[in-house]
């Protein structure tokens, strides 16, 4: 009996600590307006060029809550591509599902201009390492030029 209330209360104490953890990663309640910076780096780009190089984007965005966990975004911001000294502007518009407190994907229509104009279809993912700093995998298909692009870096959330 003692045994079992003992497993109880280091369950529970487990939990809790858990929950603290968590609770950690919770952005505010609902903020509609936010900032957010993403560096990576562009691989196999057939919209832009063959070789790759690094992006960084700072964007100024907007989410509307639709349902529980699911939003709805756009957001826009200047781009730079550091390795080939190209600069210009995005645009994206999407869905955004978060599946944790530290998880979510997205789908997105991204507008890239940067030297030539490109638009993709891309599926986004982020994980948070803390309320700040996130590691971010995007994927994006050009359907009028057929290219596809895909992007690993890190992402800043101000």
């Known amino acids: 009996m003692l045994r079992s209330l003992i497993t109880l209360l280091i369950s529970c104490t487990s939990m809790t600590a858990l929950a603290a953890g968590w609770d950690q990663f919770r952005q505010e309640s609902n903020p509609a307006l936010y900032i957010k910076s993403y560096s990576g780096v562009l691989l196999n780009s057939a919209p832009h060029h063959n070789d790759s190089f690094d992006l960084w984007l700072v964007n100024s965005g907007y989410r509307y809550p639709v349902i529980d966990n699911l939003t709805l975004f756009m957001e826009a911001g200047p781009a730079v591509a550091s390795q080939n000294r190209e600069s210009g502007f995005n645009l994206s518009s999407g869905l955004r599902y978060q599946l944790s407190p ?5 789908s997105q229509i991204k507008h890239l201009e940067l030297n030539r104009a490109s638009t993709l279809l891309e599926l986004h993912s982020s994980m948070l390492l803390t309320p700040r700093l996130s590691v971010t995998a995007n994927y994006g298909v ?14 800043f959330n101000f």
């Open 102 to 106: 530290v998880i979510n994907i997205s």
């Open 142 to 155: 050009a359907p009028v030029t057929a290219g596809q692009a895909l992007s690993l870096g890190v992402g």
